[in-house]
Protein backbone atom coordinates (compact mmCIF):
# COMPACT_ATOMS: atom_id res chain seq x y z
CA UNK A 1 0.00 0.00 0.00
CA UNK A 2 3.03 2.43 1.20
CA UNK A 3 4.37 1.72 -2.77
CA UNK A 4 1.42 2.74 -4.38
CA UNK A 5 1.00 5.79 -2.59
CA UNK A 6 4.49 6.98 -2.95
CA UNK A 7 3.88 5.63 -6.74
CA UNK A 8 0.74 7.61 -7.12
CA UNK A 9 1.98 11.27 -5.47
CA UNK A 10 4.99 10.45 -7.82
CA UNK A 11 2.97 10.48 -10.63
CA UNK A 12 1.05 13.56 -9.48
CA UNK A 13 3.95 15.98 -9.78
CA UNK A 14 4.35 15.74 -13.68
CA UNK A 15 0.22 15.89 -13.87
CA UNK A 16 0.50 18.88 -11.53
CA UNK A 17 2.99 20.94 -13.39
CA UNK A 18 0.99 20.63 -16.56
CA UNK A 19 -2.05 22.26 -14.53
CA UNK A 20 0.30 25.00 -13.70
CA UNK A 21 1.52 25.20 -17.74
CA UNK A 22 -2.12 25.38 -18.98
CA UNK A 23 -3.39 27.50 -16.19
CA UNK A 24 -1.11 30.12 -16.58
CA UNK A 25 -0.93 30.59 -20.34
CA UNK A 26 -5.17 30.28 -20.67
CA UNK A 27 -4.76 33.21 -18.43
CA UNK A 28 -2.38 35.30 -19.67
CA UNK A 29 -4.34 34.74 -23.28
CA UNK A 30 -7.43 36.08 -21.77
CA UNK A 31 -8.19 39.41 -22.85
CA UNK A 32 -6.99 42.66 -21.02
CA UNK A 33 -4.07 42.68 -18.18
CA UNK A 34 -3.70 44.25 -14.44
CA UNK A 35 -2.18 47.67 -16.57
CA UNK A 36 -4.39 48.55 -18.72
CA UNK A 37 -7.10 47.92 -16.25
CA UNK A 38 -5.27 50.13 -13.84
CA UNK A 39 -4.78 53.02 -16.21
CA UNK A 40 -6.65 52.65 -18.93
CA UNK A 41 -9.56 54.34 -17.54
CA UNK A 42 -6.73 56.88 -16.30
CA UNK A 43 -5.76 58.05 -19.91
CA UNK A 44 -9.13 58.57 -20.92
CA UNK A 45 -10.14 60.82 -18.16
CA UNK A 46 -6.86 62.61 -18.13
CA UNK A 47 -6.81 65.89 -20.16
CA UNK A 48 -4.15 67.64 -21.66
CA UNK A 49 -0.47 66.10 -23.06
CA UNK A 50 1.16 66.19 -19.53
CA UNK A 51 -1.07 63.95 -17.85
CA UNK A 52 -1.15 61.61 -20.54
CA UNK A 53 2.44 61.58 -20.67
CA UNK A 54 2.65 61.09 -16.84
CA UNK A 55 0.02 58.40 -16.94
CA UNK A 56 1.42 56.38 -20.03
CA UNK A 57 4.66 56.34 -17.94
CA UNK A 58 3.35 55.47 -14.87
CA UNK A 59 1.63 52.54 -17.06
CA UNK A 60 5.70 51.71 -18.54
CA UNK A 61 6.83 51.07 -14.99
CA UNK A 62 3.88 49.22 -13.69
CA UNK A 63 4.89 46.66 -16.46
CA UNK A 64 8.10 46.49 -15.99
CA UNK A 65 7.88 46.11 -12.35
CA UNK A 66 5.76 42.94 -12.69
CA UNK A 67 7.48 42.12 -15.92
CA UNK A 68 4.33 42.44 -18.58
CA UNK A 69 6.84 44.04 -21.09
CA UNK A 70 8.49 40.24 -20.99
CA UNK A 71 7.63 37.60 -23.53
CA UNK A 72 5.12 34.86 -21.70
CA UNK A 73 7.72 32.51 -21.31
CA UNK A 74 9.92 34.65 -19.31
CA UNK A 75 7.12 35.79 -17.43
CA UNK A 76 6.21 32.02 -16.67
CA UNK A 77 9.84 31.85 -15.09
CA UNK A 78 9.41 34.78 -13.20
CA UNK A 79 5.73 33.24 -12.08
CA UNK A 80 7.50 29.56 -11.58
CA UNK A 81 10.21 31.32 -8.92
CA UNK A 82 7.51 33.60 -7.01
CA UNK A 83 5.16 30.39 -6.48
CA UNK A 84 8.50 28.60 -5.76
CA UNK A 85 9.21 31.00 -2.61
CA UNK A 86 5.77 31.47 -2.08
CA UNK A 87 5.71 35.41 -2.82
CA UNK A 88 2.80 35.37 -4.79
CA UNK A 89 1.27 38.82 -4.45
CA UNK A 90 -1.87 41.63 -5.45
CA UNK A 91 -0.60 43.84 -8.60
CA UNK A 92 -2.80 46.80 -7.37
CA UNK A 93 -1.89 46.90 -3.20
CA UNK A 94 1.83 44.79 -3.87
CA UNK A 95 0.39 42.82 -0.61
CA UNK A 96 0.77 39.19 -0.15
CA UNK A 97 -2.55 37.15 -1.15
CA UNK A 98 -2.33 34.57 1.07
CA UNK A 99 -3.82 36.13 4.52
CA UNK A 100 -6.37 37.85 2.08
CA UNK A 101 -6.88 33.63 1.26
CA UNK A 102 -6.59 32.30 4.46
CA UNK A 103 -9.36 34.87 6.04
CA UNK A 104 -11.81 33.67 2.95
CA UNK A 105 -10.90 29.98 3.14
CA UNK A 106 -12.11 30.92 6.68
CA UNK A 107 -15.25 31.59 5.74
CA UNK A 108 -16.07 28.68 3.00
CA UNK A 109 -14.40 26.10 5.08
CA UNK A 110 -17.16 25.80 7.98
CA UNK A 111 -19.92 26.55 4.99
CA UNK A 112 -19.07 24.03 2.69
CA UNK A 113 -17.70 21.38 5.64
CA UNK A 114 -21.98 21.73 7.40
CA UNK A 115 -22.97 21.41 3.41
CA UNK A 116 -20.81 18.04 2.66
CA UNK A 117 -22.28 16.59 6.10
CA UNK A 118 -25.75 17.24 5.21
CA UNK A 119 -25.30 16.15 1.63
CA UNK A 120 -23.86 12.93 2.70
CA UNK A 121 -25.99 12.29 5.79
CA UNK A 122 -29.51 13.35 3.85
CA UNK A 123 -28.27 11.50 0.56
CA UNK A 124 -26.72 7.84 2.01
CA UNK A 125 -30.20 7.28 3.66
CA UNK A 126 -32.25 8.24 0.48
CA UNK A 127 -30.39 5.95 -1.85
CA UNK A 128 -30.64 3.25 0.35
CA UNK A 129 -34.42 3.20 0.81
CA UNK A 130 -35.29 4.38 -2.52
CA UNK A 131 -33.36 1.19 -3.47
CA UNK A 132 -34.75 -1.09 -1.28
CA UNK A 133 -38.14 -0.41 -2.20
CA UNK A 134 -37.75 0.64 -6.13
CA UNK A 135 -40.83 1.52 -7.87
CA UNK A 136 -42.79 2.23 -5.01
CA UNK A 137 -45.23 4.90 -4.55
CA UNK A 138 -42.30 6.64 -1.92
CA UNK A 139 -39.62 6.21 -4.64
CA UNK A 140 -41.61 7.45 -7.11
CA UNK A 141 -42.37 10.48 -5.26
CA UNK A 142 -38.78 11.05 -3.84
CA UNK A 143 -37.44 9.98 -7.28
CA UNK A 144 -40.13 12.76 -8.90
CA UNK A 145 -38.54 15.73 -6.06
CA UNK A 146 -35.00 15.03 -6.57
CA UNK A 147 -34.91 15.34 -9.91
CA UNK A 148 -37.05 18.48 -10.19
CA UNK A 149 -34.44 19.79 -7.37
CA UNK A 150 -31.87 18.79 -9.45
CA UNK A 151 -32.75 20.84 -12.76
CA UNK A 152 -33.46 24.10 -10.59
CA UNK A 153 -30.57 26.65 -10.68
CA UNK A 154 -28.96 27.42 -7.83
CA UNK A 155 -28.85 31.38 -8.69
CA UNK A 156 -32.29 30.78 -9.20
CA UNK A 157 -32.90 29.18 -6.16
CA UNK A 158 -30.80 31.88 -4.25
CA UNK A 159 -33.03 35.10 -6.22
CA UNK A 160 -36.32 32.34 -4.93
CA UNK A 161 -35.34 32.41 -1.41
CA UNK A 162 -34.66 35.89 -1.29
CA UNK A 163 -38.20 36.97 -2.85
CA UNK A 164 -39.79 35.05 -0.19
CA UNK A 165 -37.96 36.06 2.99
CA UNK A 166 -38.69 39.91 2.43
CA UNK A 167 -42.25 39.42 0.94
CA UNK A 168 -43.31 41.96 2.80
CA UNK A 169 -47.59 39.78 3.02
CA UNK A 170 -45.39 37.79 5.76
CA UNK A 171 -46.18 40.82 8.41
CA UNK A 172 -50.19 39.91 7.72
CA UNK A 173 -49.03 36.73 9.91
CA UNK A 174 -47.34 38.29 12.65
CA UNK A 175 -44.05 37.59 10.67
CA UNK A 176 -41.27 40.54 10.77
CA UNK A 177 -39.81 41.32 7.25
CA UNK A 178 -37.21 40.00 6.20
CA UNK A 179 -37.65 36.32 7.66
CA UNK A 180 -34.09 35.45 7.47
CA UNK A 181 -31.04 37.37 6.67
CA UNK A 182 -30.18 37.53 3.03
CA UNK A 183 -26.63 39.37 2.69
CA UNK A 184 -23.81 38.73 4.19
CA UNK A 185 -22.35 36.35 7.60
CA UNK A 186 -23.22 38.52 10.62
CA UNK A 187 -25.62 41.64 11.72
CA UNK A 188 -24.60 45.41 11.68
CA UNK A 189 -24.35 44.64 15.66
CA UNK A 190 -22.45 41.58 15.66
CA UNK A 191 -19.89 42.68 18.02
CA UNK A 192 -21.69 43.93 20.92
CA UNK A 193 -24.13 40.37 21.01
CA UNK A 194 -23.34 37.94 23.44
CA UNK A 195 -21.29 34.72 22.82
CA UNK A 196 -24.72 32.67 21.93
CA UNK A 197 -26.72 35.65 20.46
CA UNK A 198 -23.32 35.78 18.05
CA UNK A 199 -23.93 31.98 17.43
CA UNK A 200 -27.56 32.25 16.76
CA UNK A 201 -26.84 35.42 14.48
CA UNK A 202 -24.47 33.31 12.32
CA UNK A 203 -26.28 30.54 12.20
CA UNK A 204 -29.81 32.09 10.66
CA UNK A 205 -27.08 33.58 8.30
CA UNK A 206 -26.01 30.22 6.77
CA UNK A 207 -29.54 29.06 6.41
CA UNK A 208 -29.97 29.99 2.91
CA UNK A 209 -26.57 29.95 1.71
CA UNK A 210 -26.10 26.20 2.66
CA UNK A 211 -29.79 25.42 1.38
CA UNK A 212 -28.79 26.91 -1.89
CA UNK A 213 -25.66 24.38 -1.98
CA UNK A 214 -27.05 21.38 -0.74
CA UNK A 215 -30.24 20.67 -2.36
CA UNK A 216 -28.39 20.04 -5.85
CA UNK A 217 -25.55 17.70 -4.46
CA UNK A 218 -28.15 15.68 -2.80
CA UNK A 219 -30.20 14.98 -5.22
CA UNK A 220 -27.16 14.05 -7.51
CA UNK A 221 -25.45 11.80 -5.06
CA UNK A 222 -28.50 9.57 -3.58
CA UNK A 223 -29.56 9.16 -7.22
CA UNK A 224 -26.12 7.47 -7.65
CA UNK A 225 -26.30 5.73 -4.62
CA UNK A 226 -29.75 4.25 -5.16
CA UNK A 227 -28.19 3.14 -8.77
CA UNK A 228 -24.85 1.52 -6.95
CA UNK A 229 -27.44 -0.09 -4.71
CA UNK A 230 -29.65 -1.37 -7.05
CA UNK A 231 -27.15 -2.55 -9.51
CA UNK A 232 -25.44 -4.52 -6.16
CA UNK A 233 -28.74 -6.28 -4.70
CA UNK A 234 -29.47 -7.59 -7.88
CA UNK A 235 -26.04 -9.64 -7.63
CA UNK A 236 -25.94 -13.58 -6.83
CA UNK A 237 -24.43 -13.26 -3.26
CA UNK A 238 -26.78 -10.77 -2.43
CA UNK A 239 -29.67 -13.77 -3.25
CA UNK A 240 -27.23 -16.47 -1.51
CA UNK A 241 -28.06 -14.13 1.62
CA UNK A 242 -31.63 -14.45 1.24
CA UNK A 243 -31.50 -18.17 0.28
CA UNK A 244 -29.33 -18.45 3.89
CA UNK A 245 -32.37 -16.69 6.15
CA UNK A 246 -30.62 -13.63 6.26
CA UNK A 247 -32.86 -10.30 7.10
CA UNK A 248 -33.85 -7.62 4.54
CA UNK A 249 -31.78 -4.99 6.83
CA UNK A 250 -28.94 -7.23 7.33
CA UNK A 251 -29.04 -7.60 3.19
CA UNK A 252 -28.98 -4.50 2.83
CA UNK A 253 -26.79 -2.69 5.29
CA UNK A 254 -23.91 -5.40 5.81
CA UNK A 255 -23.99 -7.35 2.51
CA UNK A 256 -25.02 -4.83 -0.28
CA UNK A 257 -23.67 -1.12 1.15
CA UNK A 258 -20.18 -1.73 1.22
CA UNK A 259 -20.31 -3.05 -2.39
CA UNK A 260 -22.47 0.04 -3.76
CA UNK A 261 -20.67 2.82 -1.87
CA UNK A 262 -18.16 3.11 -4.95
CA UNK A 263 -19.52 5.77 -7.02
CA UNK A 264 -20.39 7.79 -3.57
CA UNK A 265 -16.33 7.50 -3.15
CA UNK A 266 -15.81 8.14 -6.54
CA UNK A 267 -17.31 11.37 -6.12
CA UNK A 268 -15.21 12.74 -3.13
CA UNK A 269 -12.29 13.68 -6.26
CA UNK A 270 -15.04 16.40 -6.91
CA UNK A 271 -16.20 16.97 -3.19
CA UNK A 272 -12.70 17.86 -1.69
CA UNK A 273 -11.61 21.07 -4.14
CA UNK A 274 -15.51 22.08 -3.53
CA UNK A 275 -14.70 22.19 0.04
CA UNK A 276 -12.41 24.97 -0.39
CA UNK A 277 -13.51 26.37 -3.39
CA UNK A 278 -16.52 27.74 -2.49
CA UNK A 279 -19.77 28.55 -5.20
CA UNK A 280 -19.08 31.96 -7.32
CA UNK A 281 -22.83 32.12 -7.45
CA UNK A 282 -23.72 31.62 -4.29
CA UNK A 283 -21.28 33.82 -2.37
CA UNK A 284 -21.55 36.48 -4.65
CA UNK A 285 -25.44 36.74 -4.59
CA UNK A 286 -25.27 36.29 -0.60
CA UNK A 287 -22.06 38.88 -0.97
CA UNK A 288 -20.26 36.46 1.61
CA UNK A 289 -16.74 37.27 1.44
CA UNK A 290 -15.51 33.21 0.80
CA UNK A 291 -13.27 31.81 -2.02
CA UNK A 292 -15.52 31.81 -4.41
CA UNK A 293 -15.72 35.43 -3.68
CA UNK A 294 -12.63 36.54 -4.03
CA UNK A 295 -11.76 33.99 -6.88
CA UNK A 296 -14.62 36.16 -9.16
CA UNK A 297 -12.61 39.10 -7.78
CA UNK A 298 -9.44 38.31 -8.48
CA UNK A 299 -10.91 37.12 -12.17
CA UNK A 300 -12.67 41.03 -12.57
CA UNK A 301 -9.11 42.56 -11.36
CA UNK A 302 -7.13 40.33 -13.89
CA UNK A 303 -5.24 39.63 -10.01
CA UNK A 304 -3.40 36.81 -12.13
CA UNK A 305 -1.64 35.32 -8.98
CA UNK A 306 -4.59 35.15 -6.92
CA UNK A 307 -6.40 33.29 -9.84
CA UNK A 308 -3.31 31.04 -9.99
CA UNK A 309 -2.91 30.23 -5.92
CA UNK A 310 -7.06 29.23 -6.55
CA UNK A 311 -6.96 27.28 -9.41
CA UNK A 312 -3.60 25.50 -8.33
CA UNK A 313 -5.35 24.78 -4.59
CA UNK A 314 -8.22 23.32 -6.52
CA UNK A 315 -6.10 21.23 -8.44
CA UNK A 316 -3.98 19.68 -5.72
CA UNK A 317 -7.11 18.77 -3.38
CA UNK A 318 -8.43 17.12 -6.85
CA UNK A 319 -5.50 14.59 -7.38
CA UNK A 320 -5.50 13.99 -3.48
CA UNK A 321 -9.20 13.12 -4.13
CA UNK A 322 -8.67 10.84 -6.63
CA UNK A 323 -5.63 9.58 -4.18
CA UNK A 324 -7.97 8.68 -1.48
CA UNK A 325 -10.65 7.56 -3.33
CA UNK A 326 -8.09 4.34 -4.91
CA UNK A 327 -7.19 3.78 -1.32
CA UNK A 328 -10.86 3.68 -0.21
CA UNK A 329 -11.55 1.43 -3.28
CA UNK A 330 -9.70 -1.50 -1.75
CA UNK A 331 -10.65 -0.34 1.81
CA UNK A 332 -14.12 -1.12 1.34
CA UNK A 333 -13.53 -3.69 -1.02
CA UNK A 334 -10.80 -6.06 -0.38
CA UNK A 335 -10.95 -7.99 -4.01
CA UNK A 336 -10.03 -4.60 -5.05
CA UNK A 337 -5.88 -4.43 -4.70
CA UNK A 338 -3.36 -1.91 -5.41
CA UNK A 339 -1.75 -3.56 -7.46
CA UNK A 340 -4.78 -4.00 -10.15
CA UNK A 341 -5.24 -0.25 -9.71
CA UNK A 342 -1.20 0.74 -10.84
Not at 111 to 126: E, K, Q, R, S
Request: proline share 5%.
Amino acid sequence: MLGYIVQRLLLMIPTFLGIIVISFFVIRFAPGDPASLKFGGAMQASSGLDAQRGTEAAEREFRKRFHFDQPLIVQFGYFLNSLRKLELIRYQTRQSIWPEMGRALAVTLPINLIVFLLIYLLAVPTGIASATWPNSISDQVVTLILFMLYSLPSFWVAELFRMIVIWEGWQNFGFKTPLLPILGLRSNNFDQLSSWQKFHDYAIHLILPIACLTYGGLAYISRQMRGGMLEVIRQDYIRTAYAKGASKPRVILVHALRNSLFPIITLLANLLPFLVGGSVIIETIFQIPGMGWLAYQAVLEREYELVMATLLLSAILTLFGILLSDILYALVDPRVSFESRR
